[in-house]
């Protein structure tokens, strides 16, 4: 299966072709969850707080009246089970008292009940739906194959979350998980910032035997078992070395709850494409902060940090280059220093120029303010300590090794990668 991701402002988003006829659904791909939802009805999808998206860029809805393939999914289902989790306490079966064993025992001629689903900020409403989804077998749009019966969220409300999710995790309800490919595995190769809203291009996603066929040669971290929270992809942080120049630079040490697990599932670096930035766990984040500024002796730009919200920018010089007589303004790189992450079996992937400091704007008086986007984890003591999030992926292909639980990095031009493969809208 191969499907081009496009990238918004703050993720990267696949259209999904559910229903008969079928009707093309836009949602953002997630390796942090396992749930795949749209907004379900033309007038009655209802968000809150998601303002900022709406008035913008409004997104198409899912309405089962106009598929023929369209049915609830039923509540002896084990999806239907799956769904109403009984830790989520905002789920109308927790809510209500009823219990998913007496529910399910017997002959049970009644829709799955109404669920709730709850992300790091949203929470989500809806009904679970089985429709026939379309999916592309290769590169060419024509090469498709159509998938019965596949079980997706149908949402009728939400709070802070506007678009549609494809869930990639390992649990049963994933997107991967439904299509029989979680055995194998996927892979994805994000493109840079300056690609969004391009119509032109896009990242490619392939899933099943293609994605993981030529990875022997490739380096590998381990995917860590999470006693707790098996379903989502954990890899282990050993360090972060700063670069600036020639050398071997300074080598951070990293806390071990970046790499391990308390007796309650709480540890770990979470990879998560449905989170924009990498975060960090304090206090380690802020001495990652005070390394850097020690290793930078440009100006800062206190202003844009307060306006913004990230923590460090810098007004760096910039670089007149003529290029078939125009000139042009350039960013010499190498004046910010290289983050290079350190994962567990020696693996070391240099981020990529772009994935650290990226330009807040267009140059203005021969220089421009560049901001580290990284930022600090919540400061409680549950969940993921880290989260590698999809903006320091870009330009590197990431692929999940399902069969030998490994996540795979190389850095790539994913531009030319997409262009390889035909991968346009």
């Known amino acids: ?36 939802w749209v907004p379900c009805g033309n007038l009655s999808f209802n968000c809150i707080n998601c303002d900022d998206y ?17 049915i609830r999914d039923s509540c002896t289902s084990q999806l239907c089970i799956d769904v109403h989790t009984s830790d989520n306490p905002y789920d109308p079966c927790y809510i209500a008292g009823c219990s998913l064993s007496t529910l399910i025992k017997g002959t049970c001629s009644r829709p799955c009940p109404s669920f709730v689903y ?9 009904t679970l739906t089985k429709d026939t989804l379309r999916v592309h077998q290769s590169s060419n ?25 494809a869930g990639f995790g390992k649990g049963s309800l994933s997107l991967p998980s439904q299509l029989g490919f979680l055995h194998k595995g996927f892979s994805h190769c994000f493109l840079g910032f300056k690609f969004a809203n391009n119509p032109n291009i896009s990242s490619p996603l392939v899933i099943g035997d293609l994605a993981i066929s030529s ?51 709480n540890g770990g670096m979470l990879i998560d494409s449905g989170t924009t930035y990498t975060h960090l766990p304090q206090p380690f984040y802020s001495h990652l902060l005070l390394e850097l500024e020690s290793a930078i002796d440009h100006p800062r730009a206190t202003e844009v940090e307060t306006r913004t919200g990230f923590d460090l920018c810098y007004r760096v010089p910039c670089i007149n280059n003529v290029t078939d007589g125009v000139m042009i303004m350039d960013v010499d790189d190498h004046l910010l220093p290289s983050i290079t992450f350190h994962f567990l079996n020696n693996v070391s992937l240099v981020l990529p120029q772009g994935n650290s400091f990226y330009a807040m704007g267009a140059p203005h008086n021969s220089t421009v303010v560049k901001c580290l986007l990284f930022q600090s984890s919540d400061e409680n003591d549950y969940g993921p300590a880290g989260i590698f999030g999809s903006f320091q992926q870009q330009n590197v292909e990431v692929v999940y090794d399902m069969e030998k639980e490994r996540i795979v990095f190389q850095t790539m031009d994913c531009a030319s990668s997409s262009a390889f493969q035909q991968l346009h809208f």
């Open 141 to 165: 749009q024509d090469d498709t194959r159509d998938v019965t019966n596949f079980c997706f969220g149908c949402v009728g409300s939400a709070y802070k979350e506007p678009i549609g999710i």
């Open 1 to 36: 299966m191969m499907e081009p991701l496009k990238e918004i402002r703050d993720g990267y988003i696949m259209s999904l072709n559910i229903g008969s006829p079928p009707q093309v659904i836009q949602v953002y791909m997630d390796t942090g969850s396992d749930l795949t």
């Open 54 to 70: 709406t008035n913008n860029s409004p997104f198409s809805k899912y309405s089962p009246l106009y598929s023929s393939s369209s």
């Open 215 to 265: 990875t022997e040669h490739l380096q590998f971290t381990p995917m860590l078992k999470n006693p707790i929270y098996p379903n989502y992809y954990y890899i282990g942080l050993e360090g972060i070395t700063i670069n600036l120049g020639i050398g071997s630079g300074s080598l951070v040490q990293v806390p071990t709850n970046l790499r391990d697990f308390d007796s309650f599932g």
């Open 118 to 126: 709850t992300y790091g900020e949203g929470v989500v409403a809806g």
